[in-house]
């Protein structure tokens, strides 16, 4: 999958041969610093992006369709039922002046062709699911008038309330605070448990990670850099990137030491890398990177990483 | 059992429609601004006036000589001869019992006079208003989903065109196309039903709106831009409502905020232009009464028309704000303006 944005400044080749696939069920984390394309991929599968500006490649198939194929029209029934998506920012993703509930009821009104009292009884019965107490009242509430955990809550309850296959979770506990965010977390593994949904989840935290996922897909500069399970990826990280990733989350019982860091910045996008992206800030670099673009190779079975000098091989 | 039932959806229904208590509280909370601004501006068009130290008995008289005994009886009659504060006093009353007093010239009812021109003025101010801004929404909205698209310039263009033009310019120039295109209607002369009324109003209603149309199509625009691209308007795109749904119910309600407050500013300039447009269509409104009241000095008549203005200005300035409540629950709820 590619994806493209026109800006004045040129284009900004957000995303590049990205490729990813999600099981029935399965957790899927995808993991990278500001500004390396995940919640741009993410966004691509509702195809949120400005279509005038936005140019989209490859595929993108959810059980075998090809949403970039579809129209405007097959898009919106599409959205919330193929996937349904929580956003970064519970606080500016809700309409400050509809009540929160009506936020709910309204999706099942006119994508389920519900009467009111139906919606009604539906949104209670889901903001009771995502553990809003006590739904009738603040079913009446504005989004201004509840906590970001609650409201991050309520946006929950919006994307599932078409029941979708999958659920994407891009960022979703980023603007809350550490206990709020595990409460978050807990919920969204319950969901999934109980609807059987697939959940992807965007991070820059690999502590996340750890805690809810499957398998992960490590982004960077618009590519996915290494993907593979969970376990086989914390156990033996093949790109130089992941493990300067993994080595930057602090760990208990590591008290004293200087936590590591990734020094310099991602590279913009507006221009195409020669060479592999990671290059300048890579630590186990050699003459060749500078001017040959990696490729994709099997560090064994499942577990891929775009990398000619794999940590592995050292 | 059939009643439970109803009783049932009736509180169903109380539920889901919003009941805020605090609502009847704030709006009371407005008013209490409303009618001390009302007096203040009362003492401001009384006092005033009396100012430019005109003579009410030398207006009465005009060119005609009287004696002294008919000076004194007029100075009676008209509580001249009290201090200006129970001269005051006296116009209050009268206000309140909606006679506005006896004019100085013709002494016929100030109340009376009034009342035939000023369901013209406030007819035009409000169908102007009306118009505009449901003008300016519509093309706003439409350039900003539009945006940067030929539509979107042309609206721009179109709009500023008419704005740019002056209004007894534009007046005329309507006038003269209409009465050559459609010589069977009549839209000047009298009034003399309703449905005159509204064929009178409605070009010089039209002309009026012009004023308005930029700027409210502007702030539209502009206000619709940012609604589209927030947070929550990809929020309510990614739950899989339709884009009609997200353009007219989530973002122009936010966007709509803002150009509310534009439109109360437009309806002074409203009403200041109403006299101009009046007199351009020989519509028999307050503009007309005003202007030569002031020029022979007929205070009970200038008073009258400027009150009633102000009353005018004052209510759609209320209603403005008690739609600003009705669409902003941060407005209601926590009782506080949020510029947007």
């Not at chain 2, 005051?88 to 006679?99: I, L, N, R, T």
């Not at chain 2, 801004?133 to 310039?153: F, Y």
Request: charged share 20%; glycine share 8%; proline share 4%.
């Amino acid at each position: 999958m590619t994806v493209e944005f026109m800006t004045v400044r040129g284009i900004v080749y957000a995303v590049q041969g990205a490729s990813l696939s999600l099981k029935q069920g399965e957790v899927l984390g995808i993991v990278g610093e500001s500004g390396c394309g995940k919640s741009v991929m993410v966004k691509s599968i509702l195809r949120l992006h400005r279509e005038k500006h936005t140019r989209y490649g490859g595929q993108i198939l959810i059980e075998g369709r090809d949403v970039l194929r579809l129209t405007q029209k097959e898009m919106g029934i599409v959205r919330g039922t193929d996937a349904g998506m929580v956003f970064q920012d519970p606080m500016i993703s809700l309409n400050p002046i509809i009540k929160i509930g009506e936020q709910i009821a309204e999706t099942l009104r006119i994508r389920k062709s519900m009467s009111k009292r139906l919606a009604y009884d539906e949104s209670l019965r889901l903001l009771r699911q995502v553990g809003i107490t006590p739904p009738e009242d603040r079913y009446l509430q504005y989004p201004f008038e509840l906590s970001g955990g609650m409201l991050q809550r309520v946006m929950i309850a919006m994307a599932i309330a078409l029941r979708p296959k999958i659920l994407i979770a891009d960022e979703a506990t980023t603007a809350l605070d550490v206990t709020i965010q595990a409460e978050i977390l807990a919920l969204l593994k319950r969901l999934r448990a109980e609807r059987g949904m697939s959940l992807i989840v965007v991070t820059h935290d690999f502590g996340v990670v750890a805690e809810m996922c499957d398998s992960v897909c490590v982004m960077y500069a618009g590519e996915i850099v290494e993907s593979g399970s969970v376990e086989r990826i914390f156990a033996s990280p093949a790109h130089p990137y992941t493990k300067a990733l993994i080595d930057s989350v602090p760990r208990p019982g590591t008290h004293g030491d200087k936590l590591s860091s990734i020094p310099g910045m991602p590279p913009d996008l507006l221009s195409v890398h020669t060479g592999c992206a990671f290059y300048p800030r890579c630590s186990v670099a050699e003459k060749c990177c500078e001017t040959e673009r990696p490729e994709l190779h099997s560090a064994g079975g499942a577990h891929i990483v775009r990398c000619e000098r794999p940590i592995w091989k050292k | 059992m059939e009643k439970t039932k109803r009783q049932r959806s009736d509180s169903f229904q109380a539920r889901i429609r919003n009941t805020s208590a605090r609502y009847p509280r704030l709006i009371l909370k407005r008013l209490l601004v409303f009618f001390p601004l009302l007096f203040a501006a009362s003492l401001v068009i009384f006092f005033s006036l009396r100012l430019s130290g005109v003579d009410p008995v030398n207006v009465m008289l005009g060119e005609r000589q009287a004696t002294e005994d008919v000076i004194f009886s007029l100075r009676e009659q008209f509580h001249l001869n009290e201090p200006l504060i129970a001269q005051y006093w006296q116009w209050v009353k009268e206000v309140f019992s909606g006679s506005f007093g006896i004019d100085y010239i013709n002494r016929q009812s100030v109340a009376v006079m009034i009342g035939q021109r000023a369901p013209i003025t406030l007819g035009l101010v409000i169908m102007s208003t009306t118009i505009g801004t449901v003008i300016a929404v519509g093309l706003g909205v439409l350039s900003a989903v539009k945006q940067n698209t030929i539509l979107d310039r042309v609206i721009s263009v179109a709009v500023l065109i008419f704005v740019s033009a002056p209004s007894f310019l534009v007046a005329i120039g309507t006038l003269i196309f209409l009465t050559v295109f459609m010589p069977d209607v009549a839209f000047t002369g009298a009034i003399n039903s309703v449905g005159d009324y509204f064929s009178r109003l409605i070009m010089p209603s039209f002309i009026l709106a012009l004023y308005m149309l930029a700027i409210v199509t502007r702030v539209t625009r502009s206000g619709m831009i940012i609604q589209l691209r927030s947070a929550y308007a990809t929020a309510a795109i990614a739950k899989g409502l339709p884009m009609r749904v997200v353009i007219w119910k989530h973002c122009f309600r936010n966007a709509f905020i803002p150009v509310l407050t534009i439109v109360t500013i437009f309806i002074g300039a409203a009403i200041s232009s109403a006299v101009l447009v009046e007199s351009v269509f020989s519509l028999p409104g307050l503009g007309g009464l005003l202007t030569q009241a002031i020029k022979t000095n007929n205070y009970p008549i200038v008073q009258a028309c400027l009150f009633i203005l102000l009353l005018l200005f004052l209510s759609l300035g209320l209603i403005a704000d008690l739609i600003y409540m009705a669409v902003d629950p941060r407005a209601r709820i926590a009782g506080k303006k949020v510029l947007t």
